[in-house]
């Protein structure tokens, strides 16, 4: 079945530790895919996304995500993660076919500790 | 330039209990659509809408409906709700270019 897999549920880090978050996905064809953050109790926030081009896509507050093809991944990367980094991050795909409806992670749960 | 707006904020209902979550846009966009947002299972796609008059499901429709009569306002309904109802409900309206803008959600529980 198609899916978008964040197999890291909870992660605890200090701070300046580096992080890396994985998504796969199982999607055919062609996808869009992007990285959301939520802080607690708000909304969802963009932090960067990958159509095409350059694998390695920058995004806002200092985080990046390289996309490899062969392996279906779009893993999220910070070099020296902050306390206020401390959220949900939310890898989704959307396929470049129909609706092009936006199709989420589980998610993955991020504790900076001071 | 208000985004998207989601009223109410928190709602507690009874089992059995009908009741629509309201979603507004000012972006003149013509697609939307709702989530539900659950621990541990991310958010999952409702219902979506491409335009006025035009809805389809997603991925978790069972227990709720849509209509879509202007391209501003798309509420979700909830006919009979049900404890598995109990989630936080987002709304999203999109660009032509995959810019989603998510409303601040709707907390509701089912008792």
């Known amino acids: 079945a198609q899916s978008v897999s964040q197999h890291n549920h909870h992660v605890i880090l200090s701070e300046a530790a580096s992080l890396e978050l994985g998504c796969n996905y199982s999607?055919?064809?062609?996808?869009?895919l992007f990285w959301y953050v939520q802080y607690p109790g708000q909304h969802l926030q963009l932090l960067l996304k990958?159509?095409?081009?350059?694998?390695l896509v920058k995004g806002i507050k200092g985080f990046e995500a390289e996309f490899i093809k062969s392996k279906f991944s779009f893993n999220l990367r910070k070099p020296s993660v902050q306390w206020s980094d401390t959220a949900e991050y939310f890898c989704?795909?959307?396929?470049?076919?129909?609706?092009?409806?936006?199709?989420f992670g589980t998610g993955t749960r991020l504790t900076v500790i001071p | 330039n208000a985004g998207v707006t989601q009223t109410p904020k928190f709602q507690v209902l009874k089992t059995g209990q009908s009741m629509t979550l309201q979603c507004a846009q000012d972006m003149n966009h013509e697609y939307m659509s709702w989530y539900r947002q659950d621990p541990g299972m991310g958010l999952r796609l409702i219902h979506y809408?491409?335009?006025?008059?035009?809805?389809d499901q997603g991925e978790v429709p069972n227990g709720y409906n849509v209509s879509r009569s202007t391209t501003e306002d798309f509420p979700l309904r909830l006919l009979s709700a049900a404890p598995s109802q109990t989630s936080v409900y987002f709304c999203?309206?999109?660009?032509?270019?995959?810019?989603?803008?998510f409303g601040s959600g709707t907390r509701l529980t089912v008792v």
């Open positions: 989704a795909v959307t396929l470049q076919t129909g609706a092009n409806n936006l199709f």
């Open positions: 990958y159509f095409s081009g350059d694998p």
């Open positions: 999607y055919g064809g062609t996808v869009n």
């Open positions: 999203a309206s999109r660009t032509d270019f995959y810019g989603y803008t």
């Open positions: 809408s491409v335009g006025a008059g035009i809805t």
